[in-house]
């Protein structure tokens, strides 16, 4: 199957299997959503939205944030992953979008590298998310299922690598909602050690089931 073909049947699949797909993170703002996709990095968002009401509700924007120190942002989050570094790098943040932004979440993947604790794949999802731009980002989630699936070849082996051939094949105006796609379908369905293929639909053109349930050869 071509790729283009490929693309086009994965796409017919999830529009009518998951007409509507958004970040799981709980967030009322950008700056909100800015924090929790900066806590969510190795941690899951369920974690994530168990810490963020009452730090949000503490550091509502980016002023009162930049005045904390790091010690008293890690209270709140101790229990996620690398709870010092994170802590770390939201007050850097707030500190950075007050000083160079006015304390708002800027709108360009260039200006949003610039922020402490904020790399291509955390710029991404704000783009996507916040601004609705066509921006995709790649998680170990849409690592996979795009390698699993066949949406990129072997050789792209780096995140920014799938990135850009995702990009290349897919509408620009369903960039955004196929970040989700990918994102759920690998955390509900397509998992890491056991994928539920079984509950998947997308056994007919997925090429890692295929390969998996080749028939075998007649003797």
Not at 4 to 28: G, Q, R, W
Not at 58 to 68: D, F, I, K, N, S
Not at 99 to 115: A, K, M
Request: glycine letters at 4%; proline letters at 7%.
């Amino acid at each position: 199957m071509k790729r283009k073909e490929l693309y086009n049947k994965v796409i017919e699949h999830f529009e009518v299997a998951m007409p509507v797909a958004e970040t799981e993170l709980d967030y009322s703002t950008p700056f909100d959503l800015l924090v929790a996709v900066i806590l969510s990095a190795q941690c899951t968002d369920k974690r994530v939205n168990m810490v963020t009401p009452d730090l949000i509700a503490r550091y509502p924007t980016a002023w009162e944030m930049a005045e904390a120190h790091p010690d008293e942002i890690y209270n709140y989050i101790k229990s996620v992953s690398y709870p010092n570094n994170k802590a770390k790098h939201l007050v850097g943040m707030a500190q950075k979008l007050c000083s160079d932004f006015n304390g708002e979440v800027p709108d360009t993947l260039e200006e949003l590298v610039t922020l402490p604790g904020v790399g291509r794949k955390t710029a991404n999802v704000i783009l996507s998310v916040v601004w609705d731009r066509s921006a995709m980002a790649v998680d170990t989630h849409v690592f996979r299922v795009s390698h699993r699936i066949g949406l990129v070849p072997k050789r792209c082996t780096t995140p920014y690598s799938v990135e850009m051939e995702l990009m290349k094949h897919l509408p620009n105006e369903i960039v955004p909602k196929a970040h989700h796609w990918l994102i759920l379908h690998g955390r509900y369905v397509c998992k890491a050690r056991t994928p539920e293929c079984g509950k998947c639909g997308l056994t007919a053109v997925c090429g890692e089931y295929q390969k998996r349930h080749k028939p075998s050869p007649a003797l």
